[in-house]
């Protein structure tokens, strides 16, 4: 069972750093692979970045390349991604999801938490 919640969201400036995390309340979370997404109004959901179950595999969205890092803590089950340097294209709705393989299709993930905002100033 997953339940996730994200947090850590918030207002910055451009070219400031927030860190997402995301918790799982539920019984298991290393066995499985882990994603952030966003939804900006109006646009469709997109994979900004995802891991393995054992961390030691990761994959980027080529606009977040350089600047975000996702990282997972399985003894606190617990996603975190890093954003350092956010743009203003970078402000969207972020949810994490759960899922048994690394894809970019959200189509693929049966879990999702509520979502977490996050807002870039210019």
């Known amino acids: 069972q997953v339940q996730l919640v994200e947090s850590g969201g918030g207002l910055v400036q451009a070219g400031g750093s927030l860190r997402l995390s995301c918790t799982n309340s539920?019984?298991?979370?290393?066995?499985?692979?882990m994603s952030w997404f966003r939804q900006a109004p109006g646009k469709e959901r997109e994979f900004v970045a995802g891991?393995?179950?054992?961390?030691?595999?990761?994959g980027y969205a080529d606009s977040v390349k350089g600047r975000f890092t996702i990282s997972r803590d399985n003894a606190k089950k617990t996603v975190y991604l890093q954003m350092n340097n956010l743009k203003p294209e970078d402000a969207a709705v972020y949810h994490c999801?759960?899922?048994?393989?690394?894809?970019?299709?959200?189509?693929?993930?049966?879990?999702w938490g509520q979502g977490t905002q996050v807002t870039v100033s210019s």
């Open positions: 891991i393995s179950w054992s961390g030691g595999s990761t």
């Open positions: 999801a759960a899922g048994a393989l690394l894809v970019t299709n959200p189509n693929r993930y049966n879990s």
């Open positions: 539920g019984r298991t979370f290393s066995g499985y692979y």
